[in-house]
């Protein structure tokens, strides 16, 4: 039984603490602590990272997983030694993890802005180191990080003048076909919106789906009409949508491209139960059962279905169809494709020096191999992507159709106005390819969210020139 | 229920038995419908447990070619299931206790003294229950930041309780309101003091009370998302809630769906075998909790 | 447990006030801990944070930065326009409905029958061997709701679930790949189900016991009067356990108005056109996905006084149909 008199000491005392805590914790946003201490720059050290920093990194963790990361980490660690860690953290929930670590000063020192739970890029702009200097840098390899890479990425990370993300990953985005189902039976991958129609009727004959789609990845589907709508109506048509211009949405490439679809859709091209299905399932009817014959994706798609693909799947690329040829504006072998997978380091970070240098290790030829060899998939950095693609079908006709393209490549989605401003379109998109809502509908949805960005005064605006 | 009244009506015993006989027929076979909806998703998803991904993309009803157990293990270390689990154990057993505690003498003296501010205090805390927890959160995190509390155990648990405790002082204020007041006059003239009367007196009569809402709190405590989401972001510290949902994102992404059917199963059976084993005790004190 | 759960009032007198005892170190430090250490944690952890989020519904604040602006009141005028918003509303308004009312529909059926259920001769007693039934009805209370969603998610799968699977076996094609949560008018039911499903075992266990609390002779007056089981049930039972059932109605309600992990784990966009996005649902998105933390706030703070006119609600209709029937002997 508890005596009285010890207790009421006990609790006295206890209360007047829980007080004092209490009247100390009352402040509210803005508190962060300061910089670690720089270390010496020098030429191994660039940076000058500090002795004995916890460098840390935050990872997406989606379908190129986070092992590369971990190679890059080891990759810094023998560089600079000096008992300097990195930590990897994969995420896949950038907003959720990463916003109380924001407001309360204490951001990770570097993490790709990825997936589709991202933050959206006005909410964080001013928060982000300017790029700059690491791009003037030398990475491992003795060369210039700008140069080292694909002429064109850096300039996409550029918001306002500062270069904010630094793009990793070469990303095509197109159809996706396997070229020996197609052989087996006697198909021909179509180049136009009335030959996709006559082969949805042949695949029919087989008890086979043109497309098909997941609930979480529905606007995949948007990519594939407005690449098509792009090569048809020219570069302005993604430019206007991006820079929120009022009816950008009903361009006219755009709506017959839409109608196309819907006529599709209408005529049941689509593995039906999209809509309630989790994307990956959607994925696997394509890649494993092959019950749809192509799927539009980015190139991650070889990695990520690696688990539950079919023997015996010749993973191909394949361009977005025109509507008609005589009267495009690019050709049919113009295709979209552009660094993805943004890399940030941000201003509150414990160690900004620690962060550029994992970006420094990243953006050089050993971690960027290794990058291809674990994920088939090709970094921003030149020379690091053999020849046969290391026995990827997908990687090297990655490859040959990037070529393909030459000099009508063409790049949006990397960098794009509905990430910027965080624009919530996906549903609408789900019930269009579900065929709840006409294309009409869809349109003037998106119109409305675009209206809605634009009339947000509490954030910045960018200008989108996609065609410089 | 144990009184022995017979019905005398005659006449109507025949047609009354056949009656009860339709009805007892009918009972039982919605009944069954209703244990089918409930148990079968726990067999398919331990059946799937056991299936690679390909099966599993293949065919719901097949059977999993071999009983292998890589998907648990798999679950267990990548996903962190056990650590998770175990965090979860312990965060919402010493939130439970703390919140029945200071739960329990809340509504103790808000029911039982008189003063200034009863009511207020006994409204303020019923409108608080019907705020989002959302709203509470990120000023939470600074002020957990500002005491130095934020991602450690203490601060999650306190959290918890304060959560917990508008309902807790609800639903056993009324109890107390009840307790009969000559034990208490009793108390008192053999010189207990406010302490001992609460702790030797009061609160062993409440038991029951004090069980039931111990188990509808637990339940509340178990599934509380919001708060480790933003409050307890370090992955090790996980408790299960977040941890599942993160798991089922990323087994998502790396289509290991047997993986996360293994990891449902493994945040079920514990709890499960637990209520198989106490539940003829849970019956008794929920029902000894009623009051003539 | 029927005395359990009855909400009563503040301030009903039990006692004769004591005479007034001169405050010692004892009444003091009892107060202390007792009332002011539950009070001051409550204060620290949810009355402060709240009234500070009331600060924030009235800034532009976008969540990841220390810039605060002043809006006034801008965020609650710009709701009357979001059509998003409105459909959440909706959506909560109808799970608040809804589900309260099915769940312990069946809850109180299923309790009757298990206690009141056998023969209309002889003891009152339930349906023979319905122990088991009690039983096993508790299961889903054991799962975490993030994996009750999980699970039901996959069972819901258009082409690879258990459902699909168990009716096209039965032979009702059309459903080969129906899409529960993907179509517009079945997402919102399908959710529904699985939520009442997850709650109807605990109630049913709640009601059983508070059933189990009422004497037997007011039973065999009923009976004698002639009154078959379902008249028993709706005016004998239901009116003995009527403020258990008030009690009960209002929980469910808040966890049916907040259903963020089902919904979460069910369908995380909101569903085809925002079918099934709750309230809760919408704020964390445009907070986290749209970086507008300030209008979020805004959100939370509405969904406050929709869950306080619907529980004022409850109330209101309890008491009036409490006042006809006389009340109950709670």
Same mark, same amino acid.
């Given at each position: ?91 896949? !929930? ?18 790709? !802005? ?92 087989? &008890? ?27 570069? &302005? ?50 890649? !494993? ?29 394949? #361009? ?18 552009? #660094?993805?997978? #943004? ?126 | ?67 292998? /157990? ?44 008189? /003063? ?177 | ?15 004769? =006030?004591?005479?007034?005892?001169? =405050? ?85 059926? @299923? ?46 799968? =258009?082409?690879?679930? $258990? $459902? ?7 032979? $009702? ?5 129906? =899409? ?25 266990? $709640?009601?059983?016991?508070? @059933?189990?609390? @009422? ?48 919904? %979460?784990?069910?369908? %995380? ?31 939370? @703070? ?29």
């Amino acid at each position: 039984m508890p005596r009285p008199s010890r207790r009421t000491a006990l609790n006295a005392s206890a209360t007047a603490a829980a007080l004092c805590l209490v009247l100390a914790g009352c402040a509210g946003p803005g508190a962060s602590p300061s910089e670690s201490e720089g270390g010496a720059v020098t030429d191994k050290n660039p940076f000058g990272v500090a002795a004995n920093t916890k460098v840390d990194i935050v990872v997406f963790d989606g379908g190129y997983g986070t092992e590369y990361a971990k190679y890059a980490a080891g990759l810094v660690e023998k560089q600079i030694g000096d008992g300097v860690t990195v930590q990897i953290t994969p995420s896949n !929930n950038l907003s959720q993890s990463l916003q109380p670590r924001f407001v309360g000063g204490t951001p990770p020192d570097s993490f790709t !802005n990825d997936g589709a739970d991202a933050i959206p890029i006005t909410s964080i702009q001013d928060q982000l180191e300017d790029l700059g200097e690491f791009w003037d840098t030398k990475n491992y390899d003795g060369v210039k990080v700008s140069d080292a890479v694909f002429p064109g990425v850096k300039e996409v990370g550029e918001y306002d003048d500062a270069y904010l993300n630094a793009n990793y990953v070469m990303t095509l985005f197109s159809l996706w076909y396997s070229q020996s189902l197609f052989e087996e039976n006697g198909w021909k991958p179509p180049t136009t919106w009335s030959e996709m129609g006559d082969l949805c009727t042949e695949a029919k004959a087989k &008890d086979k789906y043109l497309f098909t789609f997941g609930k979480e990845a529905a606007v995949y589907y948007q990519w594939l009409v407005l690449d098509s709508a792009i090569k048809q109506g020219g570069i &302005d048509v993604i430019d206007d949508i991006s820079n929120l211009e009022p009816g950008a949405w009903s361009n006219a490439a755009v709506k017959d491209v839409l109608g196309e679809m819907e006529g599709l859709i209408d005529d049941g091209c689509f593995v039906p139960g999209g809509a309630g299905t989790q994307f990956t399932q959607a994925q696997a009817q394509w890649s !494993n059962d092959q019950d749809a014959l192509f799927y539009y994706s980015g190139s991650w798609i070889e990695s990520e279905m690696k688990e539950a693909t079919a023997d015996g799947f010749e993973m191909t690329a394949w #361009p977005a169809p025109l509507l008609d040829a005589g009267d495009a504006a690019l050709p049919f072998e113009a295709v979209q494709a552009g #660094p993805a997978i #943004p890399w940030a380091v941000p201003k509150a970070a414990a160690s900004t020096a620690g962060g550029k240098e994992f970006l420094r290790a990243l953006f050089s030829k050993e971690a960027a191999s290794k990058f291809s060899e674990l994920t088939l998939a090709p970094t921003v950095v030149k020379d690091t992507v053999p020849a046969d693609g290391f026995g990827s079908s997908a990687l090297a006709s990655t490859m040959g159709v990037m070529e393909g393209a030459g000099d009508d490549l063409f790049s949006w989605v990397s960098n794009s106005y509905s990430g910027y401003y965080g624009i919530q379109d996906a549903p609408y998109w789900v019930s269009f390819l579900g065929g709840d809502i006409t294309a009409q509908e869809l349109i003037d949805a998106e119109e409305k969210l675009s209206a809605a960005a634009a009339a947000d005064t509490s954030k910045p605006k960018k200008e989108y020139d996609y065609g410089k | 229920m144990s009184a022995t009244t017979l019905d005398r009506a005659a006449g109507r015993t025949a047609r009354t038995r056949r009656g009860d006989l339709g009805v007892a027929t009918a009972s039982h076979a919605l009944l069954s419908i209703w244990m089918i909806i409930v148990i079968v998703p726990f067999l398919w998803t331990v059946m799937s447990s056991f299936k690679t991904t390909k099966e599993i993309l293949g065919s719901p009803f097949s059977l999993p070619a071999e009983l292998s /157990f890589d998907n648990y293990v798999k679950a267990w270390t990548d996903a962190g299931i056990g650590r998770y689990f175990f965090n979860t154990v312990f965060v919402v057993g010493s939130s439970l206790i703390l919140v029945m505690l200071l739960g329990s003498m809340l509504a103790y003296v808000l029911a039982r003294f008189r /003063f200034r501010g009863n009511r207020v205090i006994y409204n303020v805390m019923l409108a608080a229950m019907a705020f989002p927890v959302f709203l509470a959160i990120v000023p939470l995190f600074f002020i957990l930041q500002n005491m130095g509390l934020l991602n450690t155990w203490p601060g999650l648990i306190l959290a918890y309780v304060a959560f917990a405790l508008p309902f807790t002082m609800f639903f056993l204020y009324s109890f107390f309101k009840q307790l009969p007041h000559d034990v208490y006059e009793a108390a008192l003239i053999d010189g207990a003091g406010d302490w001992r009367t609460f702790f030797a007196i009061m609160l062993p009569m409440a038991t029951p009370g004090i069980a039931s809402v111990a188990i509808l709190n637990f339940l509340g405590l178990w599934n509380q998302f919001l708060l480790p989401v933003v409050l307890n972001t370090n992955r090790d510290n996980f408790v299960i809630s977040q941890g599942m949902a993160t798991f089922a994102a990323s087994a998502g992404y790396s289509i290991d769906f047997g993986a996360l059917f293994a990891a449902a199963v493994m945040t079920i059976i514990p709890v499960l075998i637990v209520y198989v084993v106490f539940q003829r005790k849970l019956q008794g004190s929920v029902a000894q909790g009623t009051f003539r | 447990m029927t005395a359990l759960l009855t909400a009563a009032g503040p301030g009903e007198r039990t006692a004769p =006030p004591r005479p007034r005892r001169r =405050p010692n170190l004892d009444r003091i430090s009892f107060m202390l801990v007792f009332l002011v250490a539950p009070l001051v944690l409550f204060a620290v952890f949810v009355l402060l944070p709240f009234a500070q989020s009331a600060y924030y519904s009235l800034t532009s604040w976008g969540g990841y930065s220390d810039r605060l602006e002043w809006v006034g009141l801008q965020n609650f005028t710009q709701m009357l326009g979001d059509e998003v918003l409105l459909k959440s509303v909706r959506n909560s308004v109808v799970l608040a409905l809804v589900v309260p009312t099915l769940t312990l529909t069946v809850a109180f059926a @299923i309790a009757c029958v298990v206690t009141t259920g056998g023969p209309s001769i002889g003891t009152i007693k339930g349906l023979r061997g319905s122990a088991f039934y009690r039983v096993a009805s508790f299961f889903p209370y054991c799962v975490p709701a993030i994996v009750i969603g999980i699970i039901w998610a996959q069972v819901y799968d =258009p082409s690879r679930g $258990l $459902l699909n699977g168990f009716l096209t076996a039965i032979g $009702l094609d059309q459903f080969q790949s129906f =899409p529960w949560l993907g179509n517009e008018s079945t997402a919102m039911a399908a959710s529904i189900f699985v939520i009442v499903w997850s709650l109807i075992g605990f109630y049913t266990i $709640l009601f059983i016991a508070a @059933i189990k609390g @009422i004497p037997a002779e007011t039973y065999e007056a009923a009976r004698l009067d002639g009154a078959g089981r379902f008249r028993i049930a709706m005016s004998v039972t239901l009116p003995q356990i009527a403020s258990s059932f008030q009690t009960a109605y209002i929980y469910i309600g808040l966890v049916a108005v907040d259903s963020f992990v089902y919904m %979460a784990a069910l369908n %995380a966009q909101g569903g085809p056109n925002y079918a099934t996005l709750t309230m809760t649902q919408y704020l964390y998105n445009v907070a986290f996905f749209q970086g507008k933390f300030g209008y979020a706030t805004a959100i939370g @703070i509405v969904l406050a006084l929709v869950t306080l006119v619907y529980a004022a609600l409850v109330f209101g209709v309890f008491r009036l149909l409490r006042g006809k029937d006389g009340g109950d002997h709670a």
